[in-house]
């Protein structure tokens, strides 16, 4: 069975830094792309970040462009997110996806990590 | 900034049938958008049900149908069951980068 397990979330402070790890399981890593998609409290979905099986493309919201990273080690079988310069509305619960054979086709997701960000 | 929008809530009775639709700021939907339906029930992550249009997981129950309707994506629930009481996003493909729609309630009463 696939799975994926978030994990790297907590309290930052305003300005800070944080790096989300998805660790995955139940397929073969390294042949499909991979989404980090976020939920402040309260609010809908939105889409963070993917990076292709290969890792060699990589797209971001452009809410996070410039602050965030999306990177992946094939020989963990496991995704990151490296968040830096945190804003209160970065402050979400962050899901990471495993993307299917189709584009936007997020097969399986994990239960989320949260991130607070304090002032 | 593009935008995707939803009908904020719906009600539909038990064994109803509803329609809810993704539109686009862009312009009309197409298959091109890879138009994906998304259902998240309180406290629980997301699970999609509908991807690239009407194609549905081993999981989506048969009463789950999605669609290109006038310019929008369309994801109709037949026969609804009070478990589909839920809020759903669409998710539209634009180049790379991907939106989520605003999200509609459903409530079943």
Redesign the interface.
């Known amino acids: 069975d696939v799975q994926l397990l978030e994990s790297g979330g907590g309290l930052v402070q305003f300005g800070g830094s944080l790096r989300l790890s998805c660790a995955a399981s139940g397929f073969t890593f390294s042949s499909f792309a991979m989404?980090w998609?976020r939920q402040a409290p309260g609010k809908?979905?939105?889409?963070v970040s993917?990076i292709t099986g290969g890792g060699d493309r990589t797209?971001?919201?452009?809410s996070v462009k410039g602050r965030f990273t999306i990177s992946r080690d094939s020989s963990k079988n496991t995704l990151y997110l490296q968040m830096n310069d945190l804003r209160a509305e970065d402050a979400a619960v962050y899901?990471c996806?495993k993307e299917?054979s189709?584009?936007?086709?997020?097969?399986h997701?994990?239960?989320?990590t949260l991130v607070t960000v304090s002032s | 900034?593009t935008v995707v929008t939803q009908e904020p809530s719906l009600t539909v009775s038990p064994g109803g049938t509803v329609t809810l639709t993704c539109a686009s700021s862009t312009g009309a939907v197409t298959s091109g958008y890879?138009?994906?339906w998304?259902q998240?029930k309180p406290g629980q992550?997301?699970?999609?049900l509908i991807?690239?249009t009407g194609?549905k997981?081993s999981w989506t129950p048969a009463r789950f149908s999605g669609s290109l309707l006038g310019g929008k994506a369309a994801l109709t629930l037949s026969g609804v069951q009070p478990e589909d009481e839920a809020?759903y996003?669409c998710?539209?493909?634009y180049g790379?980068?991907?939106?989520?729609?605003?999200?509609t309630k459903v409530t079943v009463l």
């Open positions: 989404s998609v809908g979905l939105e889409w993917t797209n971001y919201a452009d899901y996806a299917g189709l584009k936007g086709d997020f097969d997701w994990g239960q989320g | 900034q890879y138009p994906n998304v998240q992550a997301p699970r999609t991807y690239s194609n997981h809020d996003y998710l539209l493909y790379g980068a991907y939106v989520f729609g605003t999200g």
